[in-house]
């Protein structure tokens, strides 16, 4: 009985996710990641300039050897946004699926006793209290900057909203009816939780993948921001901004470009993450 | 009885013009008034105008003080002189002016030294600062704990011989040509309130302003010290140092006037405000800001001199000054400023960007494709340089692993001499009599220093530098020239530009003046109307 249910559920599921992502919100969120995402993933190709090489010409301005002009230290700004979105995607799609496997680690873990729940509540709690970028500073301070301390802030910080969502689908499934009939048909709590009430509570974790990819995109652009970052020369769109901020006044074009990037993957996320919502609630 | 005709009432067309030309009066006004305004400042800029009381003048940091490291030369240079004082102060000839000491006689052998003090001078806490006062100054330098730079010349002192309260004779183990050097450097403690100025709770000095408030990590307020011992001084009511990391926010302070005065204005601003006539911009020959890359020649690789040589001819040190201090600063290759007496062109030019050179060098070595650990200071200017630098060396295939660390950190690795392979920092101490430098700084106490470098040749020219009560006789000279060939071959600091520091004073801010050391003096500073 309750595999049917798993089979009967799952197209329909696909389906909503999909019929959400296909309105304008969901289309134009798709269009804006998928072309930073491209640019970044396509880096190589776009452009055969290093992007830490560096050179007598600082601080000019768009041209057809630098279409975005270069840095204060003589640096094409092109190569480095391109690679500068590679190197923020890669931190991030490491982040976020190792803070999405401990949340959910841990909302199944809360799952099995009065006791578990309490303590992995007031961990949430705990974790939440922290804002990201003291969270940041923290970490930081032990390990120093780096890509892996950014990882870990990211990871971190997106666990307990992981979490959180699944401990709430657990809850409100596993008072339903097939899993009632589950458990009376002679099933563990172990395989209750695991084959028939998780399938059945992981809808909102897909909205909130994509909520936590935008999160993700703003705390490492807020720790590189901080010089808490990735470590230099290595370009990420956050150190470029941060770079910029001097020559707002004098050279605009330079944070033109980081800027742009970064606005278009948060905003990008952040529709995708509401058409998907909206595709669930309908 | 008839009724008196009313006047017509004004037409729309009428009051319109009246309008415009209301408008236009305002306009034509404000714009005399502007240009009135900005005739003024710049007349201000230029000097006009004279000594004005009142007023507290707020002074932008980029980092708060240390105070363990208060009797060292380090990020607290803006507080020793405002409230503390010192016994000499030199002249733009390097002459000794009197302070605290009216006046000296050094000794025709050398051996000691007599000065006399002022007698109307009151410790902040109301004590009368007498020569015992001096003797605790001296043997707090002496004392190990206080990392002070020169600790080496005041251990010279070995006796005391008091005639009198306001008399003192400093007696020395042997001669040091740099004894006025130790008199501009050492500020006068209160002995009963020591521990609690190195906790940083409580200033007690003889300065023209008393330490009110401190914030940690964010102000320091200063009142005028109303007993101060030169008459009419300071002008000001006080002073508030606000600590302002950021260097665009410390810049957007003094464009908006929230700030009257810093030394933390990164070259490349400095540079952008120079044709501001809102701003007076000054650079300093202090020396105090020489960058350079400093060399642990413990450490795997650059034990070699080899290397250490093959990497100061990879540094292009003309782009490094131009795009990281913004032309503020000259290309070196000593750590000599124009103004000292060991300065050579020769010297500091010795060596240029030849990476073709460096790599000949590497190769020798049996160090290509070698990999460094790298320590810089987490600001954006530091780690400007430090990223040119890693550039400059990958070219010859060094690699360099980049270590930020914030500025205080650097500088107790610096004191513990626990830095790692490489490290780029500044350094001061050349500005003064060239012994100091060998004697004094942390990067080259012939004794004991950062890299962890020593040779008896370095300590043998370096001591016979020193321990001579002349300063600029040709034999002299001859032997800083023998320092500068020393460090030139063993380049265990491989110097890169000398930028000095750079004033950035708003058009209200006058007279205020820097020592040697760097520490900043305000007796004479006021803030026009």
Same mark, same amino acid.
């Given at each position: 009985?309750?595999?049917?249910?798993?089979?009967?559920?799952?197209?329909?599921?696909?389906?909503?996710?999909?019929?959400?992502?296909?309105?304008?919100?969901?289309?134009?969120?798709?269009?804006?990641?998928?072309?930073?995402?491209?640019?970044?993933?396509?880096?190589?190709?776009?452009?055969?300039?290093?992007?830490?090489?560096?050179?007598?010409?600082?601080?000019?301005?768009?041209?057809?050897?630098?279409?975005?002009?270069?840095?204060?230290?003589?640096?094409?700004?092109?190569?480095?946004?391109?690679?500068?979105?590679?190197?923020?995607?890669?931190?991030?799609?490491?982040?976020?699926?190792?803070?999405?496997?401990?949340?959910?680690?841990?909302?199944?873990?809360?799952?099995?006793?009065?006791?578990?729940?309490?303590?992995?509540?007031?961990?949430?709690?705990?974790?939440?209290?922290?804002?990201?970028?003291?969270?940041?500073?923290?970490?930081?301070?032990?390990?120093?900057?780096?890509?892996?301390?950014?990882?870990?802030?990211?990871?971190?910080?997106?666990?307990?909203?992981?979490?959180?969502?699944?401990?709430?689908?657990?809850?409100?499934?596993?008072?339903?009816?097939?899993?009632?009939?589950?458990?009376?048909?002679?099933?563990?709590?172990?395989?209750?939780?695991?084959?028939?009430?998780?399938?059945?509570?992981?809808?909102?974790?897909?909205?909130?993948?994509?909520?936590?990819?935008?999160?993700?995109?703003?705390?490492?652009?807020?720790?590189?921001?901080?010089?808490?970052?990735?470590?230099?020369?290595?370009?990420?769109?956050?150190?470029?901004?941060?770079?910029?901020?001097?020559?707002?006044?004098?050279?605009?074009?330079?944070?033109?470009?980081?800027?742009?990037?970064?606005?278009?993957?948060?905003?990008?996320?952040?529709?995708?993450?509401?058409?998907?919502?909206?595709?669930?609630?309908? | 009885?008839?009724?008196?005709?009313?006047?017509?009432?004004?037409?729309?067309?009428?009051?319109?013009?009246?309008?415009?030309?209301?408008?236009?009066?305002?306009?034509?006004?404000?714009?005399?008034?502007?240009?009135?305004?900005?005739?003024?400042?710049?007349?201000?800029?230029?000097?006009?105008?004279?000594?004005?009381?009142?007023?507290?003048?707020?002074?932008?940091?980029?980092?708060?003080?240390?105070?363990?490291?208060?009797?060292?030369?380090?990020?607290?240079?803006?507080?020793?002189?405002?409230?503390?004082?010192?016994?000499?102060?030199?002249?733009?000839?390097?002459?000794?002016?009197?302070?605290?000491?009216?006046?000296?006689?050094?000794?025709?052998?050398?051996?000691?030294?007599?000065?006399?003090?002022?007698?109307?001078?009151?410790?902040?806490?109301?004590?009368?600062?007498?020569?015992?006062?001096?003797?605790?100054?001296?043997?707090?330098?002496?004392?190990?704990?206080?990392?002070?730079?020169?600790?080496?010349?005041?251990?010279?002192?070995?006796?005391?011989?008091?005639?009198?309260?306001?008399?003192?004779?400093?007696?020395?183990?042997?001669?040091?040509?740099?004894?006025?050097?130790?008199?501009?450097?050492?500020?006068?403690?209160?002995?009963?309130?020591?521990?609690?100025?190195?906790?940083?709770?409580?200033?007690? %000095?003889? %300065?023209?302003?008393?330490?009110?408030?401190?914030?940690?990590?964010?102000?320091?307020?200063?009142?005028?010290?109303?007993?101060?011992?030169?008459?009419?001084?300071?002008?000001?009511?006080?002073?508030?140092?606000?600590?302002?990391?950021?260097?665009?926010?410390?810049?957007?302070?003094?464009?908006?006037?929230?700030?009257?005065?810093?030394?933390?204005?990164?070259?490349?601003?400095?540079?952008?405000?120079?044709?501001?006539?809102?701003?007076?911009?000054?650079?300093?020959?202090?020396?105090?800001?020489?960058?350079?890359?400093?060399?642990?020649?413990?450490?795997?690789?650059?034990?070699?001199?080899?290397?250490?040589?093959?990497?100061?001819?990879?540094?292009?040190?003309?782009?490094?000054?131009?795009?990281?201090?913004?032309?503020?600063?000259?290309?070196?290759?000593?750590?000599?400023?124009?103004?000292?007496?060991?300065?050579?062109?020769?010297?500091?030019?010795?060596?240029?960007?030849?990476?073709?050179?460096?790599?000949?060098?590497?190769?020798?070595?049996?160090?290509?494709?070698?990999?460094?650990?790298?320590?810089?200071?987490?600001?954006?200017?530091?780690?400007?340089?430090?990223?040119?630098?890693?550039?400059?060396?990958?070219?010859?295939?060094?690699?360099?692993?980049?270590?930020?660390?914030?500025?205080?950190?650097?500088?107790?690795?610096?004191?513990?001499?626990?830095?790692?392979?490489?490290?780029?920092?500044?350094? %001061?101490?050349?500005?003064?009599?060239?012994?100091?430098?060998?004697?004094?700084?942390?990067?080259?106490?012939?004794?004991?220093?950062?890299?962890?470098?020593?040779?008896?040749?370095?300590?043998?020219?370096?001591?016979?530098?020193?321990?001579?009560?002349?300063?600029?006789?040709?034999?002299?000279?001859?032997?800083?020239?023998?320092?500068?060939?020393?460090?030139?071959?063993?380049?265990?600091?491989?110097?890169?530009?000398?930028?000095?520091?750079?004033?950035?004073? %708003?058009?209200?801010?006058?007279?205020?003046?820097?020592?040697?050391?760097?520490?900043?003096?305000?007796?004479?500073?006021?803030?026009?109307?």
């Amino acid at each position: 009985m309750t595999t049917a249910t798993l089979t009967l559920k799952s197209p329909r599921v696909r389906g909503r996710h999909l019929s959400g992502l296909l309105t304008w919100r969901g289309l134009t969120g798709l269009a804006l990641v998928g072309a930073v995402a491209l640019a970044g993933l396509l880096a190589p190709l776009l452009t055969d300039t290093d992007p830490n090489a560096q050179g007598p010409l600082a601080l000019a301005g768009p041209s057809a050897d630098h279409p975005f002009g270069t840095d204060d230290l003589g640096r094409d700004l092109y190569s480095r946004v391109l690679h500068g979105i590679g190197t923020d995607l890669t931190l991030i799609l490491t982040a976020v699926p190792i803070g999405a496997l401990l949340g959910c680690s841990a909302a199944l873990l809360a799952a099995t006793s009065r006791w578990a729940d309490l303590a992995v509540q007031r961990a949430f709690d705990l974790l939440l209290a922290f804002p990201g970028l003291i969270l940041g500073l923290a970490v930081t301070a032990v390990l120093g900057p780096g890509r892996w301390p950014v990882v870990i802030v990211i990871a971190l910080a997106e666990i307990p909203g992981f979490g959180r969502q699944l401990r709430a689908g657990i809850l409100v499934q596993r008072e339903r009816e097939y899993a009632l009939a589950a458990r009376v048909g002679g099933s563990s709590p172990a395989r209750v939780l695991l084959r028939h009430v998780l399938p059945n509570a992981v809808d909102p974790l897909v909205v909130q993948t994509a909520v936590a990819l935008s999160l993700g995109v703003f705390i490492e652009g807020a720790m590189s921001f901080l010089g808490l970052g990735v470590r230099p020369p290595e370009p990420t769109l956050g150190s470029i901004l941060s770079q910029s901020v001097a020559y707002l006044t004098t050279d605009p074009a330079f944070a033109a470009a980081p800027l742009a990037a970064t606005t278009a993957l948060v905003l990008g996320f952040t529709l995708i993450a509401e058409a998907l919502n909206r595709g669930i609630r309908r | 009885m008839t009724a008196l005709p009313r006047p017509p009432a004004p037409s729309r067309r009428n009051l319109l013009r009246a309008g415009l030309a209301g408008a236009g009066l305002m306009t034509l006004a404000a714009c005399r008034s502007a240009v009135e305004h900005s005739r003024s400042a710049a007349a201000d800029v230029d000097g006009a105008g004279s000594p004005r009381k009142g007023g507290v003048l707020s002074v932008a940091a980029a980092i708060d003080i240390t105070p363990s490291l208060l009797f060292a030369q380090s990020a607290n240079v803006l507080v020793q002189r405002l409230v503390f004082n010192t016994l000499t102060r030199y002249d733009d000839r390097l002459q000794p002016q009197p302070e605290l000491a009216t006046s000296w006689q050094v000794a025709p052998d050398g051996l000691s030294v007599t000065l006399k003090l002022r007698e109307d001078v009151l410790f902040h806490s109301g004590r009368r600062f007498t020569a015992d006062d001096v003797v605790f100054a001296v043997r707090n330098l002496q004392n190990p704990a206080r990392s002070a730079q020169l600790r080496s010349t005041a251990a010279t002192v070995t006796d005391f011989r008091k005639n009198g309260d306001f008399e003192l004779t400093l007696v020395l183990a042997h001669p040091v040509s740099n004894l006025f050097d130790l008199f501009e450097f050492m500020i006068i403690p209160d002995a009963a309130t020591i521990e609690e100025a190195v906790a940083g709770t409580r200033l007690i %000095g003889t %300065g023209p302003f008393t330490l009110t408030e401190r914030k940690p990590g964010s102000s320091l307020s200063f009142a005028r010290n109303e007993r101060y011992w030169n008459p009419g001084r300071p002008y000001l009511d006080g002073v508030e140092i606000r600590v302002i990391p950021q260097a665009e926010s410390l810049l957007s302070s003094l464009r908006t006037g929230q700030t009257h005065l810093s030394y933390n204005v990164r070259g490349k601003d400095a540079a952008l405000l120079r044709d501001d006539p809102k701003f007076h911009v000054k650079q300093y020959d202090t020396g105090s800001g020489a960058y350079y890359i400093g060399v642990d020649v413990t450490a795997e690789h650059v034990s070699d001199k080899r290397v250490r040589q093959a990497i100061a001819w990879a540094i292009d040190r003309d782009r490094l000054v131009q795009q990281a201090l913004g032309g503020y600063g000259s290309v070196s290759s000593v750590p000599w400023p124009k103004s000292s007496p060991a300065y050579t062109e020769v010297g500091a030019t010795h060596y240029r960007h030849d990476p073709e050179r460096a790599r000949a060098l590497l190769r020798e070595a049996g160090a290509e494709n070698i990999t460094l650990p790298f320590a810089h200071a987490t600001e954006p200017g530091p780690t400007a340089i430090a990223q040119i630098l890693q550039y400059d060396l990958k070219q010859v295939g060094i690699e360099t692993v980049l270590q930020p660390a914030d500025s205080p950190t650097m500088q107790k690795q610096l004191i513990s001499q626990t830095m790692p392979a490489l490290w780029s920092l500044s350094h %001061g101490f050349a500005q003064l009599h060239p012994a100091t430098l060998a004697v004094s700084a942390y990067p080259f106490n012939e004794a004991k220093n950062s890299s962890h470098f020593s040779s008896p040749a370095y300590t043998d020219i370096v001591q016979r530098a020193w321990n001579r009560s002349d300063s600029d006789s040709p034999e002299t000279k001859a032997l800083y020239q023998q320092i500068t060939d020393l460090l030139l071959d063993e380049e265990f600091v491989i110097d890169l530009a000398i930028a000095g520091l750079v004033e950035v004073t %708003g058009s209200r801010a006058r007279g205020v003046t820097l020592n040697k050391f760097g520490y900043l003096n305000l007796d004479d500073a006021y803030l026009t109307a």
